[in-house]
T-cell receptor, first 112, second 111 residues
Framework: AQTVTQSQPEMSVQEAETVTLSCTYD???????LFWYKQPPSRQMILVIR??????QNATENRFSVNFQKAAKSFSLKISDSQLGDAAMYFC?????????FGAGTRLTVKP | DAMVIQNPRYQVTQFGKPVTLSCSQTLNHNVMYWYQQKSSQAPKLLFH???????NEADTPDNFQSRRPNTSFCFLDIRSPGLGDAAMYLCATSSKRYEQYFGPGTRLTVT
């Protein structure tokens, strides 16, 4: 079974600074999708960024970017210029067809 | 706006009393999922529908059932809720192999 590991239960960043959240996964597949989701307190889970495994180029969405290392099975999320609204639980997720697996999450605190 | 809607947002039920949670979508996605999420934990997939094909996770208790009468609606039935079933229940949809779109969740309390 595919597993997703987030080794940082909690992270903290100063407003306007940069933070990187780690994620590793285990799979024998070569074609799959990876995601980072954000879940603010008592609010809906929303997609932050998506990476197709067959693409070598790292995905970027405004202040959010990933470092995708396929051989190492690593998929970290970098948040630049952190804002107070970035405070949330962040989940790394793996998908192959309809098999979707989430990591345990990283709680990000943003300090003003 | 296209979206995933869950009703009710908060549900209180008694121990052993059957309860049904509902999910609807306007995205016309062919796949619908139900997740259980306990406090500060990752969502745990219970089952999903690919069109009308039902796919149960191996470790989903028999106490949990699901129905999908049409593309837009999906229901989660808990036949005899126990205290351990208190959680947030998330519905999600997706099209093909892409990202999932989540509803706001239903918080279930069992008294």
């Amino acid at each position: 079974a595919q597993t997703v590991t987030q080794s940082q239960p909690e992270m903290s960043v100063q407003e306007a600074e940069t933070v990187t959240l780690s994620c590793t996964y285990d799979t024998s597949e070569s074609d799959y999708y990876l995601f980072w989701y954000k879940q603010p307190p008592s609010r809906q889970m929303i997609l932050v960024i998506r990476q197709e495994a067959y693409k070598q180029q790292n995905a970027t969405e405004n202040r959010f970017s990933v470092n995708f290392q396929k051989a190492a099975k690593s998929f970290s999320l970098k948040i630049s210029d952190s804002q107070l609204g970035d405070a949330a639980m962040y989940f790394c997720a793996y998908r192959k067809h309809n098999d979707m697996r989430f990591g345990a999450g990283t709680r990000l605190t943003v300090k003003p | 706006d296209a979206m995933v809607i869950q009703n009710p947002r908060y549900q209180v039920t008694q121990f052993g009393k059957p309860v049904t949670l509902s999910c609807s979508q306007t995205l016309n996605h062919n796949v619908m999922y139900w997740y259980q999420q306990k406090s500060s934990q990752a969502p745990k997939l219970l089952f999903h529908y690919y069109d009308k094909d039902f796919n149960n996770e191996a470790d989903t208790p028999d106490n949990f059932q699901s129905r999908r009468p049409n593309t837009s609606f999906c229901f989660l039935d808990i036949r005899s809720p126990g205290l351990g079933d208190a959680a947030m229940y998330l519905c999600a949809t997706s099209s093909k192999r892409y990202e999932q779109y989540f509803g706001p969740g239903t918080r279930l309390t069992v008294t």
